[in-house]
Protein backbone atom coordinates (compact mmCIF):
# COMPACT_ATOMS: atom_id res chain seq x y z
CA UNK A 1 0.00 0.00 0.00
CA UNK A 2 1.02 3.51 -0.61
CA UNK A 3 1.74 5.87 2.02
CA UNK A 4 1.69 8.80 0.59
CA UNK A 5 -0.65 9.49 -1.98
CA UNK A 6 -4.57 9.52 -1.02
CA UNK A 7 -7.60 9.11 -2.93
CA UNK A 8 -7.91 12.49 -4.81
CA UNK A 9 -4.10 11.89 -5.56
CA UNK A 10 -5.58 8.74 -7.63
CA UNK A 11 -9.00 10.88 -9.10
CA UNK A 12 -6.51 13.39 -10.47
CA UNK A 13 -3.93 11.39 -12.57
CA UNK A 14 -6.82 9.69 -14.18
CA UNK A 15 -8.34 12.58 -15.15
CA UNK A 16 -5.60 13.92 -16.53
CA UNK A 17 -4.07 10.45 -18.03
CA UNK A 18 -7.25 8.97 -19.15
CA UNK A 19 -9.61 11.98 -19.51
CA UNK A 20 -11.60 10.47 -22.39
CA UNK A 21 -12.20 6.80 -20.70
CA UNK A 22 -15.72 6.19 -19.61
CA UNK A 23 -15.79 5.88 -16.08
CA UNK A 24 -19.75 5.66 -15.73
CA UNK A 25 -22.89 4.79 -17.34
CA UNK A 26 -26.08 5.62 -15.69
CA UNK A 27 -29.31 4.65 -17.39
CA UNK A 28 -31.78 7.40 -17.80
CA UNK A 29 -35.21 5.69 -18.62
CA UNK A 30 -36.50 4.14 -21.96
CA UNK A 31 -33.32 1.75 -22.12
CA UNK A 32 -31.17 4.93 -22.61
CA UNK A 33 -27.74 5.72 -20.91
CA UNK A 34 -25.09 8.24 -20.51
CA UNK A 35 -22.03 7.36 -20.08
CA UNK A 36 -19.41 9.73 -18.49
CA UNK A 37 -16.04 9.99 -19.08
CA UNK A 38 -12.99 10.86 -16.21
CA UNK A 39 -13.03 14.26 -17.67
CA UNK A 40 -16.41 14.40 -17.45
CA UNK A 41 -16.98 13.96 -14.02
CA UNK A 42 -13.86 15.59 -13.35
CA UNK A 43 -14.75 18.96 -14.71
CA UNK A 44 -19.05 18.32 -13.46
CA UNK A 45 -16.93 18.41 -9.91
CA UNK A 46 -14.65 20.70 -10.14
CA UNK A 47 -17.51 23.17 -10.98
CA UNK A 48 -19.72 22.52 -7.89
CA UNK A 49 -17.01 22.43 -5.73
CA UNK A 50 -16.44 25.60 -6.80
CA UNK A 51 -19.88 26.69 -5.91
CA UNK A 52 -19.99 25.18 -2.36
CA UNK A 53 -16.84 27.09 -1.45
CA UNK A 54 -18.69 30.37 -2.39
CA UNK A 55 -21.17 29.83 -0.11
CA UNK A 56 -18.87 30.20 2.67
CA UNK A 57 -18.46 27.06 4.63
CA UNK A 58 -15.90 26.29 6.78
CA UNK A 59 -13.28 23.63 5.26
CA UNK A 60 -14.77 20.03 7.20
CA UNK A 61 -18.46 21.21 6.76
CA UNK A 62 -20.98 18.21 6.37
CA UNK A 63 -22.27 17.70 3.37
CA UNK A 64 -25.00 15.32 2.71
CA UNK A 65 -26.19 13.11 0.40
CA UNK A 66 -30.02 11.58 -0.34
CA UNK A 67 -29.99 9.51 -3.06
CA UNK A 68 -30.29 5.54 -4.58
CA UNK A 69 -26.76 4.80 -6.54
CA UNK A 70 -26.40 6.82 -9.48
CA UNK A 71 -23.64 8.41 -11.39
CA UNK A 72 -23.60 11.72 -9.28
CA UNK A 73 -23.69 10.50 -6.25
CA UNK A 74 -20.01 9.39 -6.97
CA UNK A 75 -19.35 12.72 -8.84
CA UNK A 76 -21.01 14.93 -5.73
CA UNK A 77 -19.11 13.26 -3.49
CA UNK A 78 -15.69 13.78 -5.48
CA UNK A 79 -17.05 17.96 -5.45
CA UNK A 80 -17.67 17.69 -1.97
CA UNK A 81 -14.35 16.03 -1.23
CA UNK A 82 -12.32 18.87 -3.80
CA UNK A 83 -13.91 21.99 -2.25
CA UNK A 84 -12.55 20.74 1.28
CA UNK A 85 -15.62 19.16 2.72
CA UNK A 86 -16.92 15.80 4.74
CA UNK A 87 -19.94 13.72 3.22
CA UNK A 88 -22.59 12.32 5.12
CA UNK A 89 -24.73 9.91 3.04
CA UNK A 90 -27.80 8.96 4.42
CA UNK A 91 -29.56 5.34 3.36
CA UNK A 92 -32.35 5.98 0.51
CA UNK A 93 -35.00 4.30 2.01
CA UNK A 94 -35.30 6.03 5.56
CA UNK A 95 -37.90 7.69 6.75
CA UNK A 96 -38.08 11.50 7.45
CA UNK A 97 -37.14 10.87 11.43
CA UNK A 98 -33.75 9.29 10.27
CA UNK A 99 -33.15 11.67 7.58
CA UNK A 100 -34.00 14.38 10.06
CA UNK A 101 -31.97 13.32 13.02
CA UNK A 102 -28.82 12.12 11.00
CA UNK A 103 -29.07 16.00 9.41
CA UNK A 104 -29.27 17.14 12.57
CA UNK A 105 -26.50 14.95 14.33
CA UNK A 106 -23.99 15.44 11.20
CA UNK A 107 -24.62 19.49 11.70
CA UNK A 108 -25.11 19.04 7.97
CA UNK A 109 -24.43 22.17 6.02
CA UNK A 110 -25.79 21.32 2.81
CA UNK A 111 -27.94 18.74 1.35
CA UNK A 112 -27.87 17.12 -2.29
CA UNK A 113 -30.83 15.07 -3.38
CA UNK A 114 -30.78 12.50 -5.87
CA UNK A 115 -32.89 9.31 -7.24
CA UNK A 116 -35.32 8.45 -5.01
CA UNK A 117 -38.17 6.55 -4.68
CA UNK A 118 -39.48 7.99 -1.05
CA UNK A 119 -39.41 11.53 -1.23
CA UNK A 120 -42.62 11.90 -0.54
CA UNK A 121 -41.89 10.03 2.97
CA UNK A 122 -38.79 11.98 3.58
CA UNK A 123 -39.00 15.37 2.71
CA UNK A 124 -40.89 16.32 6.02
CA UNK A 125 -37.11 15.42 7.38
CA UNK A 126 -35.10 18.00 6.04
CA UNK A 127 -34.87 21.12 7.85
CA UNK A 128 -36.88 24.01 6.84
CA UNK A 129 -33.45 26.69 5.75
CA UNK A 130 -31.72 23.78 4.92
CA UNK A 131 -29.74 24.76 1.64
CA UNK A 132 -30.64 21.62 -1.29
CA UNK A 133 -29.04 20.84 -4.43
CA UNK A 134 -31.05 18.39 -6.75
CA UNK A 135 -29.25 15.99 -9.22
CA UNK A 136 -30.27 15.38 -11.93
CA UNK A 137 -32.32 12.24 -11.62
CA UNK A 138 -34.13 13.62 -8.37
CA UNK A 139 -37.93 13.37 -8.13
CA UNK A 140 -38.86 16.60 -10.40
CA UNK A 141 -41.37 17.37 -7.35
CA UNK A 142 -38.53 17.76 -4.87
CA UNK A 143 -36.92 21.10 -6.38
CA UNK A 144 -40.68 22.50 -6.57
CA UNK A 145 -41.43 21.45 -2.59
CA UNK A 146 -38.24 22.92 -1.65
CA UNK A 147 -39.50 26.86 -0.81
CA UNK A 148 -37.26 29.50 -3.16
CA UNK A 149 -33.97 30.33 -1.99
CA UNK A 150 -33.36 26.97 -0.28
CA UNK A 151 -32.94 24.94 -3.59
CA UNK A 152 -30.67 24.65 -7.11
CA UNK A 153 -30.46 22.21 -9.17
CA UNK A 154 -27.50 20.26 -10.20
CA UNK A 155 -27.49 21.12 -14.28
CA UNK A 156 -28.29 25.22 -13.27
CA UNK A 157 -25.02 25.72 -11.19
CA UNK A 158 -22.67 23.62 -12.94
CA UNK A 159 -23.51 25.14 -16.01
CA UNK A 160 -23.29 29.17 -14.33
CA UNK A 161 -19.84 28.16 -12.22
CA UNK A 162 -16.63 27.67 -13.78
CA UNK A 163 -14.40 25.06 -12.66
CA UNK A 164 -12.05 24.88 -9.46
CA UNK A 165 -8.70 24.68 -11.01
CA UNK A 166 -5.46 22.46 -9.78
CA UNK A 167 -5.49 19.86 -7.75
CA UNK A 168 -6.92 20.66 -3.98
CA UNK A 169 -5.26 18.38 -1.57
CA UNK A 170 -6.67 17.05 1.79
CA UNK A 171 -4.31 15.36 4.77
CA UNK A 172 -4.85 11.99 5.96
CA UNK A 173 -6.18 13.05 8.74
CA UNK A 174 -8.93 15.17 7.53
CA UNK A 175 -12.73 13.39 7.70
CA UNK A 176 -13.94 12.03 4.36
CA UNK A 177 -17.03 10.76 5.58
CA UNK A 178 -19.26 10.33 8.13
CA UNK A 179 -21.04 7.17 7.56
CA UNK A 180 -24.08 6.36 9.52
CA UNK A 181 -24.71 3.13 10.20
CA UNK A 182 -27.96 1.46 8.79
CA UNK A 183 -29.22 1.10 13.00
CA UNK A 184 -30.30 -2.42 13.09
CA UNK A 185 -29.69 -2.47 17.04
CA UNK A 186 -31.06 1.49 17.41
CA UNK A 187 -30.43 4.92 16.62
CA UNK A 188 -27.98 5.01 13.83
CA UNK A 189 -24.17 6.05 14.84
CA UNK A 190 -22.04 8.39 12.95
CA UNK A 191 -18.44 6.54 12.04
CA UNK A 192 -16.14 8.64 11.35
CA UNK A 193 -13.67 8.10 8.20
CA UNK A 194 -10.50 9.74 7.56
CA UNK A 195 -8.78 10.87 4.22
CA UNK A 196 -5.52 8.43 4.70
CA UNK A 197 -7.95 5.45 6.12
CA UNK A 198 -10.40 5.51 3.29
CA UNK A 199 -7.13 5.86 1.05
CA UNK A 200 -5.25 2.69 2.17
CA UNK A 201 -8.55 0.29 1.86
CA UNK A 202 -8.93 1.55 -1.43
CA UNK A 203 -5.56 0.77 -2.58
CA UNK A 204 -5.29 -2.38 -0.57
CA UNK A 205 -8.79 -3.76 -1.98
CA UNK A 206 -7.22 -2.60 -5.60
CA UNK A 207 -4.49 -5.39 -5.25
CA UNK A 208 -6.80 -7.88 -3.73
CA UNK A 209 -8.80 -7.49 -7.08
CA UNK A 210 -5.55 -7.13 -9.20
CA UNK A 211 -3.72 -9.93 -8.04
CA UNK A 212 -7.31 -12.03 -8.52
CA UNK A 213 -8.30 -10.81 -12.02
CA UNK A 214 -4.93 -9.46 -13.76
CA UNK A 215 -4.81 -6.10 -14.95
CA UNK A 216 -7.08 -5.15 -18.01
CA UNK A 217 -10.24 -3.13 -17.81
CA UNK A 218 -13.11 -4.42 -15.77
CA UNK A 219 -16.53 -4.07 -15.30
CA UNK A 220 -18.87 -3.71 -11.97
CA UNK A 221 -22.70 -2.77 -11.56
CA UNK A 222 -23.34 -0.39 -8.67
CA UNK A 223 -26.73 -1.02 -6.53
CA UNK A 224 -26.12 -1.73 -3.03
CA UNK A 225 -26.33 1.11 -0.92
CA UNK A 226 -23.60 3.53 -1.81
CA UNK A 227 -24.46 4.65 1.81
CA UNK A 228 -23.10 1.67 3.76
CA UNK A 229 -19.47 0.93 3.49
CA UNK A 230 -19.26 -2.33 2.04
CA UNK A 231 -20.56 -0.31 -1.50
CA UNK A 232 -18.30 2.89 -0.84
CA UNK A 233 -15.47 1.01 -0.50
CA UNK A 234 -15.23 -2.34 -3.00
CA UNK A 235 -16.76 -0.35 -5.48
CA UNK A 236 -16.66 3.10 -5.34
CA UNK A 237 -13.55 3.69 -3.50
CA UNK A 238 -11.69 1.03 -5.57
CA UNK A 239 -12.71 2.27 -9.13
CA UNK A 240 -11.51 6.15 -7.99
CA UNK A 241 -8.16 4.56 -7.13
CA UNK A 242 -8.03 1.60 -9.58
CA UNK A 243 -8.94 3.96 -12.71
CA UNK A 244 -9.32 1.08 -15.26
CA UNK A 245 -13.42 0.24 -13.76
CA UNK A 246 -16.21 1.00 -15.99
CA UNK A 247 -18.99 1.44 -13.41
CA UNK A 248 -22.46 0.70 -14.54
CA UNK A 249 -25.63 1.51 -12.39
CA UNK A 250 -29.47 -0.19 -12.17
CA UNK A 251 -32.04 1.67 -13.08
CA UNK A 252 -34.62 0.02 -11.01
CA UNK A 253 -36.04 -2.99 -9.70
CA UNK A 254 -37.94 -3.93 -12.56
CA UNK A 255 -35.03 -3.66 -14.62
CA UNK A 256 -32.28 -5.09 -12.55
CA UNK A 257 -31.90 -8.11 -14.85
CA UNK A 258 -31.63 -6.39 -17.97
CA UNK A 259 -29.31 -3.71 -16.13
CA UNK A 260 -26.66 -6.58 -15.35
CA UNK A 261 -26.67 -8.17 -18.23
CA UNK A 262 -26.11 -4.76 -19.82
CA UNK A 263 -22.63 -4.41 -17.23
CA UNK A 264 -22.30 -7.68 -18.31
CA UNK A 265 -19.72 -7.25 -14.68
CA UNK A 266 -16.46 -9.16 -14.37
CA UNK A 267 -16.24 -8.25 -10.45
CA UNK A 268 -19.71 -8.46 -9.08
CA UNK A 269 -20.49 -8.18 -5.29
CA UNK A 270 -23.69 -9.22 -2.88
CA UNK A 271 -25.02 -10.15 0.03
CA UNK A 272 -26.69 -12.96 1.63
CA UNK A 273 -30.46 -12.37 1.08
CA UNK A 274 -29.62 -11.86 -2.70
CA UNK A 275 -28.02 -14.55 -3.18
CA UNK A 276 -30.22 -16.88 -1.99
CA UNK A 277 -32.88 -15.28 -4.01
CA UNK A 278 -30.85 -15.68 -7.34
CA UNK A 279 -30.80 -19.60 -6.29
CA UNK A 280 -34.69 -19.39 -5.86
CA UNK A 281 -35.17 -17.95 -9.21
CA UNK A 282 -32.83 -20.32 -10.67
CA UNK A 283 -34.93 -23.10 -8.64
CA UNK A 284 -38.30 -21.74 -9.86
CA UNK A 285 -37.19 -22.58 -13.54
CA UNK A 286 -35.49 -25.90 -12.39
CA UNK A 287 -35.89 -28.34 -9.84
CA UNK A 288 -32.87 -28.28 -7.47
CA UNK A 289 -32.65 -32.29 -7.53
CA UNK A 290 -33.04 -31.90 -11.47
CA UNK A 291 -30.59 -29.28 -11.90
CA UNK A 292 -27.72 -31.24 -10.16
CA UNK A 293 -28.16 -34.49 -12.10
CA UNK A 294 -27.64 -31.94 -15.01
CA UNK A 295 -24.59 -30.53 -13.80
CA UNK A 296 -23.15 -33.78 -12.99
CA UNK A 297 -23.33 -34.78 -17.05
CA UNK A 298 -20.06 -34.74 -18.47
CA UNK A 299 -20.11 -31.88 -20.88
CA UNK A 300 -23.66 -31.32 -21.02
CA UNK A 301 -23.13 -30.37 -17.25
CA UNK A 302 -20.74 -27.26 -18.54
CA UNK A 303 -23.46 -26.36 -21.23
CA UNK A 304 -25.89 -25.89 -18.11
CA UNK A 305 -23.39 -23.85 -16.32
CA UNK A 306 -23.08 -21.31 -18.50
CA UNK A 307 -27.01 -20.99 -19.38
CA UNK A 308 -27.36 -20.36 -15.73
CA UNK A 309 -24.96 -18.09 -15.12
CA UNK A 310 -25.63 -16.12 -18.39
CA UNK A 311 -29.68 -16.29 -17.54
CA UNK A 312 -28.43 -14.47 -13.88
CA UNK A 313 -26.17 -11.74 -16.06
CA UNK A 314 -22.66 -13.15 -14.04
CA UNK A 315 -21.35 -15.42 -17.42
CA UNK A 316 -18.61 -12.54 -17.58
CA UNK A 317 -17.48 -12.38 -13.74
CA UNK A 318 -13.93 -13.11 -13.31
CA UNK A 319 -14.65 -13.07 -9.26
CA UNK A 320 -17.59 -12.78 -7.00
CA UNK A 321 -17.66 -11.42 -3.27
CA UNK A 322 -20.42 -11.24 -0.69
CA UNK A 323 -20.15 -9.73 2.20
CA UNK A 324 -22.39 -7.72 5.09
CA UNK A 325 -23.69 -10.92 6.63
CA UNK A 326 -22.58 -14.80 6.99
CA UNK A 327 -23.69 -16.81 4.00
CA UNK A 328 -24.57 -20.13 4.17
CA UNK A 329 -22.03 -22.99 3.23
CA UNK A 330 -24.11 -24.84 1.09
CA UNK A 331 -24.89 -21.45 -1.19
CA UNK A 332 -20.92 -20.74 -1.54
CA UNK A 333 -20.87 -24.70 -2.61
CA UNK A 334 -23.93 -24.32 -5.06
CA UNK A 335 -22.17 -21.37 -6.71
CA UNK A 336 -18.76 -22.88 -6.83
CA UNK A 337 -20.39 -25.68 -8.37
CA UNK A 338 -21.53 -23.64 -11.06
CA UNK A 339 -17.81 -22.43 -11.51
CA UNK A 340 -18.54 -19.26 -10.44
CA UNK A 341 -15.55 -17.74 -8.37
CA UNK A 342 -17.44 -16.44 -5.34
CA UNK A 343 -15.65 -15.42 -2.32
CA UNK A 344 -16.95 -14.72 1.50
CA UNK A 345 -14.94 -11.82 3.30
CA UNK A 346 -15.96 -9.96 6.24
CA UNK A 347 -15.85 -6.23 7.46
CA UNK A 348 -17.41 -3.88 9.31
CA UNK A 349 -18.18 0.14 9.18
CA UNK A 350 -15.50 0.60 11.39
CA UNK A 351 -13.05 -0.35 9.50
CA UNK A 352 -14.06 0.48 5.95
CA UNK A 353 -15.25 -3.38 5.33
CA UNK A 354 -11.48 -3.72 5.54
CA UNK A 355 -11.04 -6.76 7.10
CA UNK A 356 -11.03 -10.51 6.29
CA UNK A 357 -11.40 -12.44 2.84
CA UNK A 358 -10.78 -16.08 1.40
CA UNK A 359 -9.10 -16.27 -1.90
CA UNK A 360 -7.49 -19.26 -4.25
CA UNK A 361 -4.79 -20.57 -1.79
CA UNK A 362 -6.61 -20.25 1.12
CA UNK A 363 -10.49 -20.94 1.33
CA UNK A 364 -13.13 -23.41 2.79
CA UNK A 365 -17.12 -22.38 3.04
CA UNK A 366 -17.87 -21.30 6.01
CA UNK A 367 -14.96 -19.56 6.94
CA UNK A 368 -14.81 -16.14 6.02
CA UNK A 369 -11.32 -15.64 4.53
CA UNK A 370 -7.72 -15.04 6.20
CA UNK A 371 -6.86 -11.35 7.38
CA UNK A 372 -6.25 -8.73 3.79
CA UNK A 373 -2.52 -6.79 3.79
CA UNK A 374 -1.79 -4.94 6.55
CA UNK A 375 -4.94 -6.30 8.95
CA UNK A 376 -4.26 -7.93 12.29
CA UNK A 377 -6.70 -10.12 13.97
CA UNK A 378 -6.82 -11.88 17.56
CA UNK A 379 -9.44 -13.43 19.67
CA UNK A 380 -10.45 -12.06 23.01
CA UNK A 381 -10.80 -14.66 25.93
CA UNK A 382 -14.47 -14.33 25.81
CA UNK A 383 -14.13 -15.60 22.08
CA UNK A 384 -14.61 -11.97 20.43
CA UNK A 385 -13.00 -11.28 17.08
CA UNK A 386 -10.42 -8.20 17.72
CA UNK A 387 -9.71 -6.26 14.15
CA UNK A 388 -6.63 -4.02 13.69
CA UNK A 389 -7.09 -2.59 10.04
CA UNK A 390 -5.38 -0.08 7.92
CA UNK A 391 -9.49 1.29 7.01
CA UNK A 392 -9.96 1.94 10.99
CA UNK A 393 -12.17 4.52 11.69
CA UNK A 394 -11.39 7.53 13.99
CA UNK A 395 -14.23 6.74 16.53
CA UNK A 396 -17.96 7.66 16.39
CA UNK A 397 -18.94 11.73 15.90
CA UNK A 398 -19.60 13.06 18.99
CA UNK A 399 -19.65 9.87 21.08
CA UNK A 400 -16.10 10.18 22.46
CA UNK A 401 -17.21 7.44 25.54
CA UNK A 402 -18.82 5.04 22.63
CA UNK A 403 -15.61 5.16 21.09
CA UNK A 404 -13.23 4.67 24.22
CA UNK A 405 -15.62 1.78 25.30
CA UNK A 406 -14.91 0.40 21.53
CA UNK A 407 -11.30 -0.31 21.27
CA UNK A 408 -8.61 -1.99 23.33
CA UNK A 409 -5.88 -0.47 24.93
CA UNK A 410 -3.52 -1.37 21.71
CA UNK A 411 -5.71 -0.15 19.15
CA UNK A 412 -7.73 -3.15 18.55
CA UNK A 413 -11.82 -2.56 16.99
CA UNK A 414 -13.63 -4.74 19.85
CA UNK A 415 -16.05 -6.09 16.83
CA UNK A 416 -19.28 -7.72 18.94
CA UNK A 417 -18.63 -11.08 16.88
CA UNK A 418 -18.09 -14.19 17.93
CA UNK A 419 -15.20 -16.17 16.17
CA UNK A 420 -12.68 -18.90 15.63
CA UNK A 421 -9.34 -18.97 13.99
CA UNK A 422 -7.22 -21.82 12.50
CA UNK A 423 -3.46 -22.05 12.52
CA UNK A 424 -3.66 -20.65 8.77
CA UNK A 425 -5.23 -17.80 9.64
CA UNK A 426 -9.12 -18.49 8.36
CA UNK A 427 -11.46 -16.71 10.63
CA UNK A 428 -15.12 -18.21 11.42
CA UNK A 429 -17.69 -16.00 12.60
CA UNK A 430 -19.86 -18.18 14.87
CA UNK A 431 -22.51 -15.11 16.28
CA UNK A 432 -22.91 -11.99 17.62
CA UNK A 433 -22.15 -11.44 21.40
CA UNK A 434 -25.28 -8.97 21.77
CA UNK A 435 -27.10 -11.87 19.90
CA UNK A 436 -26.59 -14.64 21.96
CA UNK A 437 -29.47 -15.65 24.55
CA UNK A 438 -30.43 -18.21 26.85
CA UNK A 439 -33.47 -20.64 26.85
CA UNK A 440 -35.13 -22.26 30.51
CA UNK A 441 -32.50 -25.17 29.84
CA UNK A 442 -29.81 -22.53 30.93
CA UNK A 443 -27.26 -22.36 28.73
CA UNK A 444 -26.54 -19.94 25.55
CA UNK A 445 -27.43 -19.89 22.02
CA UNK A 446 -25.92 -18.51 19.06
CA UNK A 447 -28.32 -18.38 16.76
CA UNK A 448 -26.26 -17.05 13.86
CA UNK A 449 -25.11 -20.48 12.75
CA UNK A 450 -28.44 -22.26 13.06
CA UNK A 451 -29.94 -19.81 10.73
CA UNK A 452 -27.33 -20.41 7.90
CA UNK A 453 -28.38 -24.06 8.20
CA UNK A 454 -32.10 -23.13 7.94
CA UNK A 455 -31.50 -20.86 5.09
CA UNK A 456 -29.25 -23.30 2.92
CA UNK A 457 -33.16 -25.25 2.36
CA UNK A 458 -34.00 -23.84 -1.21
CA UNK A 459 -37.73 -23.45 0.52
CA UNK A 460 -36.52 -20.72 2.78
CA UNK A 461 -35.33 -16.99 1.94
CA UNK A 462 -35.03 -16.02 5.66
CA UNK A 463 -35.14 -17.29 9.23
CA UNK A 464 -34.45 -16.36 12.62
CA UNK A 465 -33.42 -18.06 15.67
CA UNK A 466 -34.77 -16.65 19.15
CA UNK A 467 -36.36 -18.16 22.71
CA UNK A 468 -34.66 -16.56 25.61
CA UNK A 469 -36.65 -17.50 28.57
CA UNK A 470 -38.30 -19.84 26.95
CA UNK A 471 -38.21 -23.80 27.45
CA UNK A 472 -36.44 -24.35 23.87
CA UNK A 473 -35.55 -22.41 20.42
CA UNK A 474 -37.33 -21.59 17.86
CA UNK A 475 -36.93 -20.62 14.46
CA UNK A 476 -38.85 -18.30 12.23
CA UNK A 477 -38.63 -18.84 8.41
CA UNK A 478 -40.07 -16.82 5.48
CA UNK A 479 -40.15 -18.89 2.32
CA UNK A 480 -38.95 -18.14 -1.06
CA UNK A 481 -40.31 -15.23 -2.81
CA UNK A 482 -41.84 -18.24 -5.25
CA UNK A 483 -43.78 -20.13 -3.05
CA UNK A 484 -45.43 -17.09 -1.31
CA UNK A 485 -48.22 -15.87 -3.29
CA UNK A 486 -49.29 -19.36 -3.56
CA UNK A 487 -50.15 -19.77 -0.02
CA UNK A 488 -51.28 -16.51 0.88
CA UNK A 489 -55.55 -16.39 1.21
CA UNK A 490 -58.43 -18.00 0.05
CA UNK A 491 -56.60 -19.51 -2.81
CA UNK A 492 -53.82 -21.24 -1.29
CA UNK A 493 -52.52 -24.41 -2.83
CA UNK A 494 -53.54 -26.97 0.01
CA UNK A 495 -51.30 -29.18 -1.50
CA UNK A 496 -48.18 -27.49 -1.81
CA UNK A 497 -48.92 -26.03 2.14
CA UNK A 498 -48.57 -29.70 3.22
CA UNK A 499 -45.56 -30.61 1.04
CA UNK A 500 -43.88 -27.31 2.52
CA UNK A 501 -45.22 -28.77 6.09
CA UNK A 502 -43.74 -31.89 5.15
CA UNK A 503 -40.28 -30.56 4.10
CA UNK A 504 -39.68 -28.13 6.90
CA UNK A 505 -40.86 -31.17 9.51
CA UNK A 506 -37.82 -32.79 7.12
CA UNK A 507 -35.58 -29.73 7.51
CA UNK A 508 -36.49 -28.95 11.30
CA UNK A 509 -34.89 -32.57 12.69
CA UNK A 510 -31.52 -32.85 10.41
CA UNK A 511 -30.56 -29.56 11.62
CA UNK A 512 -31.28 -30.46 15.28
CA UNK A 513 -29.40 -33.73 14.57
CA UNK A 514 -26.70 -31.15 13.92
CA UNK A 515 -26.67 -29.27 17.36
CA UNK A 516 -26.45 -29.55 21.03
CA UNK A 517 -29.39 -30.91 23.32
CA UNK A 518 -29.53 -27.34 24.55
CA UNK A 519 -29.82 -26.13 20.67
CA UNK A 520 -31.99 -27.92 19.28
CA UNK A 521 -35.75 -26.02 17.63
CA UNK A 522 -38.96 -27.29 19.00
CA UNK A 523 -40.63 -25.31 16.29
CA UNK A 524 -40.35 -23.64 13.07
CA UNK A 525 -42.85 -20.84 12.93
CA UNK A 526 -43.58 -19.89 8.81
CA UNK A 527 -44.15 -16.36 9.10
CA UNK A 528 -47.40 -14.59 7.79
CA UNK A 529 -45.54 -11.53 5.65
CA UNK A 530 -41.89 -11.54 4.71
CA UNK A 531 -39.56 -9.09 6.39
CA UNK A 532 -38.35 -5.85 4.15
CA UNK A 533 -36.95 -2.84 4.10
CA UNK A 534 -40.20 -1.12 3.61
CA UNK A 535 -41.99 -2.65 6.62
CA UNK A 536 -38.87 -1.46 8.86
CA UNK A 537 -37.70 -5.50 9.35
CA UNK A 538 -34.53 -5.46 7.51
CA UNK A 539 -32.10 -2.67 7.56
CA UNK A 540 -30.97 -0.87 4.10
CA UNK A 541 -28.41 -3.79 3.57
CA UNK A 542 -30.68 -6.71 4.31
CA UNK A 543 -29.77 -7.71 7.72
CA UNK A 544 -32.42 -8.70 10.38
CA UNK A 545 -33.48 -6.11 12.42
CA UNK A 546 -33.67 -9.22 15.41
CA UNK A 547 -34.92 -7.13 17.65
CA UNK A 548 -37.93 -5.33 15.45
CA UNK A 549 -39.02 -8.74 14.83
CA UNK A 550 -38.66 -10.42 18.02
CA UNK A 551 -40.96 -7.30 19.74
CA UNK A 552 -43.70 -8.17 17.19
CA UNK A 553 -43.64 -11.89 17.83
CA UNK A 554 -43.94 -11.52 21.49
CA UNK A 555 -47.03 -12.51 22.21
CA UNK A 556 -47.32 -15.58 20.63
CA UNK A 557 -43.50 -16.78 20.92
CA UNK A 558 -44.86 -18.87 24.35
CA UNK A 559 -47.86 -20.49 22.63
CA UNK A 560 -45.66 -21.73 19.53
CA UNK A 561 -42.72 -23.04 21.31
CA UNK A 562 -46.09 -24.88 23.21
CA UNK A 563 -47.09 -26.46 20.33
CA UNK A 564 -43.96 -27.73 18.46
CA UNK A 565 -43.17 -29.09 15.58
CA UNK A 566 -44.30 -26.89 12.12
CA UNK A 567 -46.56 -24.28 12.56
CA UNK A 568 -48.51 -21.18 10.58
CA UNK A 569 -48.38 -17.98 11.50
Known amino acids: MSDTRLILDHVYAHEAGTPEAVYLTQPVGGGKVVDITWGQALDQARRMAAHLQAQGLPRGARIAILSKNCAHFIIAELAIWIGGYTTVAIFPTEKADTVRYVLAHSEASLLFVGKL ?59 AMLLYTSGSTGTPKGVMTSFGALSRVAEGIVADIRRRIGEGPSRMLSYLPLAHSFERSWVEAASLVDGRTHVFFAESLDTFVADLKRARPTLFISVPRLWAKFQQGVFAKMPPARLDRLLGIPILGGIVRRKVLAGLGLDAVQQAGSGSAPLPPELIRWYRKLGLRLSEGYGMTEDNSYSHSSNEERSEAGWVGVPLPGVECRIADDGEVLIKSPGQCSGYYKQPELTAESFTEDGFFRTGDLGERRPDGLLRITGRKKELFKTAKGKYVAPAPIENLLNAHPMVEMALVTGSGQPAALAIVVLAEDLRPRLAGAAADAALRAEVQRELEALRNAVNRQLADYERLQTIVVAREAWSIDNGLLTPTMKLKRARIEASIERDIGRWVDGGGVTWA
Open 117 to 175: DLWDAQKDGVPAGLPCITLPLAPPRALAHLPAGQADSWDAVVARTAPLPGRPARAPDEL
